[in-house]
């Protein structure tokens, strides 16, 4: 994490988002105070994948189309 007081703060504003793809993470201090912690949001997050789920699952007779139609065809 890397600190900058308030004045750094302000004239590094423009770059803040290179700065924190690098930093992660950037403390802003006032006389040696710490007064605000910046992070990123929105990371993005990888898609799950499902297959192991899928694979557990046991596989229906009939298709699911068949059975739908069927449920509509009976209303």
């Not at 403390?27 to 557990?56: F, W, Y």
Request: aromatic fraction near 0%; charged fraction near 45%.
């Amino acid at each position: 994490m890397k600190q900058i007081n308030i004045r750094e703060a302000r004239e590094s504003l423009s770059r803040l988002e290179r700065l924190l793809e690098v930093e992660g993470e950037v403390m802003i201090t006032r006389r040696g105070q710490a007064i605000a912690r910046v992070t990123r949001i929105g990371t993005k997050r990888p898609i799950p994948s499902h297959r192991d789920l899928r694979e557990t699952m046991s596989r229906l007779r009939r298709r699911s189309e068949m059975i739908l139609r069927e449920d509509r065809d009976a209303r």
